[in-house]
């Protein structure tokens, strides 16, 4: 997985050092804070698991190795309107890689990547548990129902 | 002790309440096979992560296969290691293995050596269905100064993070990613020179397979052999004669120091020395700081700094720089024994034999990957030129010899060349855990008192217990002792000695569990620690057997001091043998 090389400031610092305060540095929480890190920066840069690394007094390597391993972390940072397609066998088959079809073509963008205004992101995800709404999309925290290919414009109009 | 009785393959056995499957089987001389796990069991490393599923057995009343591995035993369990039903599972988890596993054998580095290759011939695997239309996961190859990272040939047996991580406590390795992308790697995926790798070779020392093995040298050495205008020379540390003769067929703890030295000179080395000298000259210097910084802390210098910790492991000293880079002033600023005989053969011996340092190249043969990197280090060099041109391990060696047609076995002893061959008891127990600070005792103690030492051997000091404590009466003063081997005990000790509480004297450190002879360019154990026993045992036989057993009275030592050096801790002994640690830690950089 590519990374992007930032500078962190000092007031990021202070930040990931306060989530971890608030796990008590516990090396066993590494998870709750790699998730308050990710809702606080939108992505897990190396530069925030270094600190987490030095707070938690965990090898980096491992850190690196629990964002690879779950797929709800990301290492590469989410637009402002992260739009993610459900995947789910209830969405799948009522046309759910269709309509994600119909967003890669409206963002030109492949699953996984952010437009280069920085405003919308594309990713996948397996299930939220709203399959008698499928196929379901969500942008942000905002949940979409029974959507159609041709839905996808208006839908992303509401961001514009 | 609560015990159990179960039948394994129509045996019975009673073990320990909470013995697992394959340790009960063992106990009954049943191999249960095996690729992930491995235990070194007087060094108290074991590794179970139940991931390879080649060890399963049919329990019965079990819907399903158990691995051996972590299946604790029950009472009136009944065990059955090899039915069609098992043979079968095992044949198509080791399918699925290879299936993504290379299958260039013939020109592997680990050919001949291999627990995958092994276990695809004791299970008799002829094919591997699919293959044709499996693509096989292909990753970057990693080259770092010392070590070689093949993830193609890995098979996730996660040995090496298990050294890495809970032995050593390095933390460079970890499990990354999922799937056919699945891999141990250091952080984000990062060459290991960037990471916080020691190259200690644990990890090489525990693959199962070729995806980690050591920088081959032999070739360069060959190339430098050929070359008329260079004298080339070498120098063997105490370790390797206690190992080389296993890839020969001998039994481990089989001592080959006179056949080493003639299989060398057959080899064409121009003059084979030994790195024992140079422990030796360690002692020397070593010692008499540890003498002046004790003898300044009971006049009360607070300036003195006590624990004095050893520093010929470039493991160990690798570690202090990344973890401990706040204590730097702490360790001996000694060389390792490795460096010092590289500076003194370029500038002394070079000297005596009229020969440039450029053409003279100097040898090393280590049990040892982390040396590869020490000769390397840019302190270590003078006008680009290195004093250690190249080290290779014990097993390079063994390849080296076997290539030259030559038949250790069958060799008469030969012996070192003089000046910088010679060497006592004390040289030669550098290899063992626990002998560089006993090797030191005897020279201190009777630099110190002025009396003479009724019996070198310090048994107190010896052992393969991972921390170890000693107190030597030095004339009324007790000497505390600490010793660790393993990073993960030094580490223990160093926390003390960073928090104040540490109430030691001197510290030996060895990065290897065992100490060199349990290093990571060492024969490969395959998870049996009678072999580095063995090796512990044959050291100390040739201290035993040595005339002179104390460093002071190497007479090639005092004649060096006398002709070039002068005294102990002498300015020209410093500028040459010692040396000054850096801070390596990785710097958290913020946006100003």
């Given at each position: ?112 990547q952010t437009t280069s205004d920085g405003k919308f992101s594309l990713s996948s995800l397996r299930c939220v548990g709203a399959c008698g709404l499928a196929p379901v999309v969500m942008v942000g925290d905002k949940t979409y129902g029974r959507v159609a290919p041709d839905d996808v414009r208006n839908i992303l109009k509401?961001?514009? | ?70 299946t604790k035993c029950e009472e009136n369990m009944v065990v059955k290691t090899h039915t069609t039903r098992v043979l079968n599972a095992r044949r198509m988890v080791m399918e699925f293995i290879l299936s993504d596993h290379p299958k260039d054998c013939l020109i592997c580095a680990k050919s001949g050596n291999c627990e995958l290759q092994s276990m695809a011939h004791q299970l008799g695997i ?467």
């Open positions: 997985m590519s990374s992007i090389k930032i500078e962190l400031r000092q007031e990021d610092v202070t930040k990931i050092k306060e989530i971890c305060a608030s796990f008590n540095n516990d090396p066993q929480e590494l998870i709750n804070v790699l998730h308050k890190c990710q809702e606080h920066f939108g992505y897990l840069p190396a530069e925030v698991q270094e600190v987490v690394s030095n707070e938690l007094v965990v090898p980096v390597a491992k850190i690196y190795g629990v964002i690879t391993f779950y797929s709800f972390f990301t290492m590469t940072p989410k637009g402002k309107h992260p739009v993610s397609i459900c995947m789910g066998t209830a969405c799948y088959v009522r046309g759910a890689e269709k309509v994600l079809d119909e967003f890669r073509k409206e963002l030109g963008l492949q699953v996984g509401e961001y514009e | 002790m609560e015990t159990v009785k179960l039948t394994i393959d129509n045996k019975v056995v009673e073990v320990p309440k909470g013995t697992t499957v394959n340790k009960a089987a063992r106990q009954l001389g049943i191999e249960i096979p095996t690729l992930c796990y491995m235990e070194l069991h007087d060094l108290n490393i074991e590794n179970k992560p139940a991931g390879c599923r080649i060890c399963v057995v049919e329990v019965q009343g079990r819907r399903n296969l158990a691995p051996s591995c972590v002829r094919e591997i269905p699919g293959q044709e239309i499996a693509s096989i996961s292909t990753y970057r190859k990693d080259t770092s100064p010392s070590i070689i990272r093949d993830l193609d040939k890995c098979i996730m047996c996660r040995r090496c993070e298990m050294m890495c991580n809970t032995v050593q406590t390095v933390g460079a390795l970890s499990a990354v990613n999922r799937g056919f992308m699945a891999a141990v790697a250091p952080a984000f995926e990062q060459n290991l020179e960037y990471s916080t790798c020691t190259y200690c070779g644990q990890c090489v020392a525990v693959c199962p397979t070729g995806a980690l093995t050591e920088v081959d040298h032999t070739p360069d050495v060959l190339r430098t052999l050929a070359d008329p205008t260079k004298t080339v020379i070498v120098q063997t540390a105490p370790a390797v004669r206690a190992a080389l003769g296993e890839l020969f067929g001998m039994e481990p703890g089989t001592l080959v120091t006179g056949k080493m030295v003639t299989a060398l000179r057959a080899l064409g080395f121009d003059y084979v020395f030994d790195t024992d000298f140079a422990a030796d000259l360690t002692i020397m210097e070593e010692g008499t700081e540890l003498l002046d910084r004790l003898n300044r802390h009971l006049k009360g210098d607070k300036t003195a700094r006590l624990p004095i910790l050893t520093s010929c492991c470039p493991g160990w000293v690798n570690f202090f720089e990344e973890y401990f880079p706040d204590l730097k002033d702490v360790p001996s600023t000694a060389k390792s024994p490795q460096q010092m005989f590289g500076a003194i053969a370029k500038t002394y011996f070079a000297e005596k034999i009229k020969v440039d340092r450029k053409d003279l190249v100097v040898v090393s043969i280590m049990p040892c990957l982390a040396k590869k990197y020490e000769c390397q280090r840019e302190e270590f060099s003078t006008d680009n030129n290195r004093d250690v041109d190249f080290s290779i391990s014990t097993r390079e060696l063994a390849s080296f010899i076997k290539q030259a047609n030559i038949d250790l076995n069958n060799l008469d002893d030969g012996e070192f060349d003089d000046p910088l061959g010679e060497s006592t008891g004390a040289g030669v127990i550098f290899g063992n855990t626990g002998g560089v600070i006993e090797a030191a005792v005897r020279t201190a103690y009777e630099l110190h008192t002025g009396k003479k030492l009724e019996r070198p051997d310090f048994t107190e000091l010896r052992g393969l217990e991972g921390v170890r404590e000693a107190t030597i009466d030095f004339n009324g003063i007790p000497l505390k002792i600490g010793i660790a081997h393993g990073l993960g005990n030094a580490r223990k000790l160093l926390d003390d000695v960073r928090s104040g509480k540490s109430q030691y004297h001197a510290i030996e450190v060895m990065a290897c569990p065992g100490g060199c002879i349990g290093g990571g360019g060492q024969p490969l154990h395959h998870g049996n620690s009678d072999i580095i026993k063995a090796r512990a045992a044959a050291i100390y036989a040739e201290d035993k057997s040595k005339p002179i057993r104390k460093s002071h009275e190497n007479p090639f030592i005092i004649k060096l001091y006398e002709e070039f050096l002068g005294k102990p801790n002498s300015e020209k002994a410093h500028h040459l043998l010692h040396t000054h640690y850096f801070d390596k830690k990785k710097k958290i950089v913020v946006k100003q």
